[in-house]
């Protein structure tokens, strides 16, 4: 059975920094376009960083572009989201995702998700 496990959300202070892991099972990541999105309260649900296509092409929403970043642990089979200099307006639930035809970050091109993880930058 495919799974998606995210953890490592929290609260934490504007300019701080979180890691968020998405730990899969039942498939590998490698043969999948897999991304981090996230939804903030009264929002739609939006692709934050993505990894698709052969050749591994990635994707950065604007808004993150310079301060996330986005790494594929084979050996683990984990996907891990670096954020740095995290502002109030990262606020919401990160959700990893997995397609197995997706070939960018938009939500409705995945197939598989995991149950989110809350993350939440306050003073």
């Known amino acids: 059975q495919l799974q998606l496990v995210e953890s490592g959300g929290g609260l934490v202070q504007p300019g701080g920094s979180l890691r968020l892991s998405c730990a899969a099972s039942g498939f590998f990541l490698d043969y999948y376009a897999i991304g981090w999105f996230r939804q903030a309260p009264g929002k739609e649900r939006e692709g934050v960083s993505c990894?698709?296509?052969?050749?591994?092409?990635?994707d950065f929403a604007d808004s993150v572009r310079g301060r996330f970043t986005m790494f594929r642990d084979t050996a683990k089979n984990t996907l891990y989201l670096h954020m740095n200099s995290l502002k109030p307006e990262d606020t919401g639930i990160y959700y990893c995702?997995?397609?197995?035809?997706?070939?960018?970050?938009?939500?409705?091109?995945?197939?598989?998700w995991g149950q989110g993880t809350q993350v939440t930058v306050s003073s």
């Open positions: 995702a997995a397609g197995s035809i997706a070939r960018g970050c938009l939500p409705n091109l995945y197939d598989y």
């Open positions: 990894i698709f296509g052969g050749g591994g092409s990635t």
